[in-house]
């Protein structure tokens, strides 16, 4: 979703970080140019905070101000964009949470994604042995999954926090209360989902207010959300998963508030209160590969981002120094990278709990060298393109059928946040596509995810091992890709991004825009964006189409089709002389929202 100005109580705090502007005008995209009042760029000292949205971004940094350090923050920045970004986030959805720890040096992650329930199957999404529509599965209690957000919240705050839990929800509580200025996105983004609103009471009382879309320039209160992060706040996440709130997250899934003047088969879901009171985040070890004398570290499984992310920058490591000098054959290169690794990650990767999961081989050098054998300089890859067998690397080799890439919804939202001390959080949450299930929680303000749609609904290919089904107690298998890197030990960057599958090629492309072709962070964030992810075409934004390498690459055999924008990226940089740097899209999805506790003058 894109960043908003708003009317809220952290209004002198956006001015004093130069965050105040005007709601981004539609045309912004249509003309390249960053939507005025903006501010994707802010350097400085004390802490920054990177997001999509001008108010998050305002509520991370006043808990930075009040001496609160960068877990505290980020929960905050989480918080508020429940409020004003409830499409793509929430606490009824979940995320991963990657953290470097300035004081022992150390990247450690959390896994918050939603889980099945334990009475889910292979078949949660058959009937009569045939899958369901996706629209129909999308909008029911089937789609919805254990949410993890507020246990990562926990989690997080308990073990590297400085803050409780209640004292960071209090600026998202407020704007909440008070409300927030509607724009003409947030607008046609609740239009996009007028017709399920419509048909869940909770949904339309909330985002259409009399029936009617909220007016551009209109107030927008959410006094339920308010009043859930405030039990949560004074109870704790038990409240949630063993208490009232979960309760009523119980009886909306399982019992789907839907008008029956409708007509709308909302299907029943099979989450119950033990299936709450059984959720665990999961603390585990971050992925890691050394990239250019770096250590890039990401996310495991069950997200695939660390992993693809890993084993593309592994392939791209062997790149000759005539490979980065030359815009085409680094494009060529980096197409191929991806599509390579993505050909493994639909084959491979699932929830690690119920499937085995290859990480360490996939992040294998050697693996890399055998697969990266498959790109010729001349010529283009074909897709779908074999897997290889990470358990027994062959030069060129693969190994069996293609898997497909399955959809994956794509509204999810990124923050990047740093503090004084050299700590950094880099956090992607989501309740997976715009909207969610679409059933808000009856007196509780939030709408719940879609997650489990993330799983494949029968296997993709015939005879291939699908790892990504439905299974009791299963996590689908996500994309979210939140990276943090470090140089020397020290922190240099942390970036992530939205966007279903093409958070993958995002990340890949802002980090190695950044430090192979030596754009600053703010201009590899911008630089036009190409995703390929072993599929026929190409996907690429009109700029990337546009320029000069376009028509080269297509010489040697890519394949484009055009999609208006891909990802929306935030990161933040340590420079050399210790100020930090956050950036954010300057026009995507509308512009993002940078700003630093202490602005450099």
Request: aromatic share 6%; charged share 20%; hydrophobic share 40%.
């Amino acid at each position: 979703m894109r960043a908003r100005a708003r009317l809220v109580p952290a209004l002198a705090l956006l001015t004093a970080t130069g965050l105040l502007g005007a709601a981004a005008p539609a045309q912004a995209e249509q003309t390249g140019q960053a939507p005025p009042g903006k501010q994707p760029v802010a350097v400085g000292w004390g802490g920054a905070v990177a997001s999509v949205d001008a108010d998050a971004t305002a509520a991370g940094l006043e808990v930075l101000r009040r001496g609160g350090n960068a877990v505290d923050a980020a929960v905050a920045t989480a918080a508020a964009l429940g409020v004003t970004e409830p499409y793509s986030a929430g606490i009824g959805g979940g995320g991963y949470f990657v953290h470097y720890d300035a004081r022992t040096g150390k990247v450690e992650t959390i896994d918050g994604r939603e889980t099945a329930s334990r009475h889910a199957d292979s078949s949660l999404f058959l009937e009569n042995g045939t899958p369901l529509p996706f629209d129909d599965a999308v909008t029911s209690g089937l789609s919805i999954g254990v949410p993890g957000t507020a246990a990562t919240w926990e989690q997080a705050l308990r073990r590297w926090g400085s803050r409780s839990l209640g004292q960071v929800l209090e600026p998202a509580e407020r704007i909440a209360d008070r409300g927030f200025t509607v724009d003409q996105t947030f607008q046609d983004q609740t239009a996009a989902n007028r017709a399920r609103f419509q048909d869940f009471p909770a949904s339309r009382a909330l985002f259409l207010p009399h029936g009617q879309l909220p007016a551009v320039g209109s107030t927008l209160r959410n006094p339920d959300l308010a009043a859930t992060y405030r039990e949560l706040g004074r109870r704790g996440t038990d409240a949630l998963y063993r208490g009232p709130i979960g309760a009523d997250i119980v009886r909306t899934l399982q019992h789907p508030p839907v008008d029956p003047a409708s007509g709308r088969n909302a299907r029943p879901g099979r989450v119950d209160a033990a299936d709450l009171a059984a959720y665990r985040v999961r603390a585990q070890d971050p992925t890691h590969v050394t990239y250019r004398g770096l250590d890039v570290y990401g996310i495991a499984p069950s997200s695939s981002g660390g992993t693809t992310v890993g084993e593309a920058l592994n392939i791209l490591s062997g790149s000759s120094p005539a490979d980065l000098a030359d815009p085409v054959r680094y494009d060529h290169r980096y197409l191929e990278a991806s599509r390579i690794a993505f050909a493994d990650r639909n084959r491979w990767v699932g929830d690690p709990s119920a499937v085995q999961v290859p990480t360490r081989q996939l992040l294998s050098p050697s693996y890399a060298a055998a697969r990266a054998c498959l790109i010729r300089p001349d010529r283009a890859l074909t897709s779908p393109l074999a897997p290889g067998d990470p358990y027994h690397p062959a030069a060129c080799g693969s190994s069996g059928q293609p898997a497909a890439e399955p959809y994956e919804g794509q509204s999810t939202t990124h923050l990047t946040v740093a503090d004084r001390w050299g700590n950094v959080v880099s956090y992607t949450l989501t309740i997976e596509q715009t909207g969610g299930s679409g059933i808000t929680v009856p007196g509780r303000g939030f709408l719940l995810n879609n997650e489990l749609t993330d799983f494949n609904f029968a296997p993709l290919t015939p005879g291939v091992p699908d790892p990504n089904l439905p299974g009791p107690g299963k996590r689908p298998r996500s994309s979210i890709s939140p990276t943090i890197v470090l140089k020397g030990g020290e922190p240099y960057l942390a970036l992530g991004s939205p966007g279903g599958a093409t958070i993958i090629t995002t990340v890949l492309q802002v980090l190695t825009g950044r430090v192979d072709r030596g754009l600053t962070l703010e201009q590899a964030i911008a630089a036009p964006r190409a995703s390929q992810r072993n599929t026929a075409a190409t996907q690429a934004e009109p700029a990337f189409l546009a320029s000069p390498e376009a028509a080269r690459l297509q010489a040697l055999g890519h394949v484009f089709s055009s999609t208006p924008e891909i990802g929306a990226a935030t990161g933040v940089e340590r420079l050399p002389d210790g100020r930090w740097l956050a950036a954010a899209e300057p026009v995507r999805r509308g512009g993002g929202a940078a700003g630093v506790v202490r602005p450099a003058r």
